[in-house]
């Protein structure tokens, strides 16, 4: 991409974003700013959708895929390497927490399915 398209690709989406902002104030309503506790959520919640722990919202049913999940799991664990330091001590646990979680709910899924059940 032409580095001029780049810039005003890049000014455009600040703007549109301030505008946003804008509107939501001018209705009173809340502009819900992306963080990174917001983040781990949805990665959480799309992991427990493939752990067929929640429903999927496009079928809704529940199903599991491990290798799906298994692959959000991993994508948590980088994030967590890479922010290493970087996060406040709320971050960093619910973090920690969540990776905690939904490796276990994994293991026990992972055996019942090595076992046959």
């Known amino acids: 991409m032409n580095e001029d398209v780049k810039k005003k690709v890049d000014e455009n989406w600040k703007n549109q974003i301030e505008k946003e902002k804008e509107d939501s104030q001018e209705r009173n309503q809340e502009f819900h700013q992306p963080n990174f506790t917001v983040l781990v959520s949805s990665l959480s919640m799309q992991a ?12 809704n049913k529940k199903e ?8 959000l799991i991993d994508t948590l664990d ?14 960093t646990v619910f973090l ?18 090595d076992k046959g059940l």
């Open 48 to 59: 427990m959708i493939s752990l067929g722990k929640l429903e999927n919202p496009l079928t």
């Open 96 to 113: 920690d927490d969540s990776l905690y979680h939904l490796r276990l709910i994994y293991v026990e899924k992972k055996n019942l399915k």
């Open 78 to 91: 980088i994030l967590k390497e890479k922010t290493k330091g970087n996060l406040t001590g709320e971050e």
């Open 64 to 71: 599991e895929n491990l290798e799906q999940a298994r692959f």
